[in-house]
């Protein structure tokens, strides 16, 4: 089986950067993955796909060595154990807020005698090279997404879950429930009790022996959480990316001609 480079790159104690898919095209996740990640992630919670796009995504991402990896929509085998079989070498799982919900979620990403995951591997037996039953288990990540304060009040049995890699957290959500919905949801937060959570984190990873990630919205915040402990950072993703170049050229264009920023009508051709 090819090697999860993720786990060789974390072992030589260098940090990583994961991209981010939202929009369901293949020909967007082949761009995505030759920019230089060291993983690509499908965003099969929020994103605008559903798994009829996440094969394909993942098989336009294979030319560029890129560690495949999915987000998946809730705690739920069927779509788990799916991603998987269409090549996830990782997976990220929202909302789990307590230890007996992160020991089913890992038991969902291993075969027995480690979990109950289904043996079908159809399309990834075929991407990950020879022996795929005998090593998916050393291979694949679990990422548990911690986002909410219940999650947090039981972090510490979460991060001590047999077979868990890693916590992944989710800034935005985290925000709303640490904060009972005072202050609104976004990535690079400054406010002392979302910092105090982040490096909270860190250490409970660090005490566990797993590793932290975490979801931000540039790569100056990024380089910060990299400083704080965290092991992998999420930069941003494909539409954000996409909007924010697009703005940067319109508007560059709009003060060299020196002209105002109107182009009629809003949906007028």
Request: aromatic share 8%; glycine share 10%.
């Amino acid at each position: 089986m090819i090697k999860n480079k993720l786990k060789h790159i974390w072992a030589e104690g260098r940090p990583t950067i994961n991209g981010w898919l939202s929009i369901g095209n293949a020909f967007t996740a082949e761009i995505m993955a030759a920019q230089g990640y060291d993983s690509v992630s499908i965003d099969v919670q929020h994103g605008a796909l559903d798994y009829s796009a996440v094969l394909p995504m993942f098989q336009a991402m294979r030319a560029s060595g890129v560690v495949p990896m999915a987000r998946v929509p809730w705690l739920e085998p069927g779509i788990i154990m799916k991603a998987l079989d269409a090549g996830a070498y990782g997976i990220i799982c929202p909302m789990v807020n307590t230890g007996g919900q992160a020991a089913e979620f890992v038991s969902y990403l291993r075969y027995p005698p480690l979990g109950q995951r289904s043996f079908g591997p159809t399309r990834v037996s075929f991407a990950a090279g020879s022996n795929y039953a005998g090593e998916a288990n050393d291979e694949i990540l679990a990422f548990a997404m911690v986002e909410t304060k219940q999650a947090m009040g039981n972090l510490d049995e979460i991060a001590a879950t047999p077979g868990l890699d890693g916590i992944y957290v989710g800034p935005a959500d985290l925000t709303l429930s640490l904060t009972d919905g005072k202050l609104s949801p976004g990535f690079d937060r400054e406010e002392p009790e979302v910092l105090d959570a982040l490096h909270r984190i860190v250490a409970a990873c660090k005490a566990n022996g797993i590793k932290a990630a975490l979801h931000c919205g540039t790569a100056d915040y990024a380089a910060r959480a990299i400083e704080w402990g965290f092991n992998m950072t999420t930069v941003a993703g494909d539409s954000r990316l996409l909007a924010a170049a697009a703005a940067a050229s319109v508007g560059r264009f709009r003060e060299l001609v020196g002209r105002v920023a109107v182009a009629g009508e809003k949906g007028a051709y």
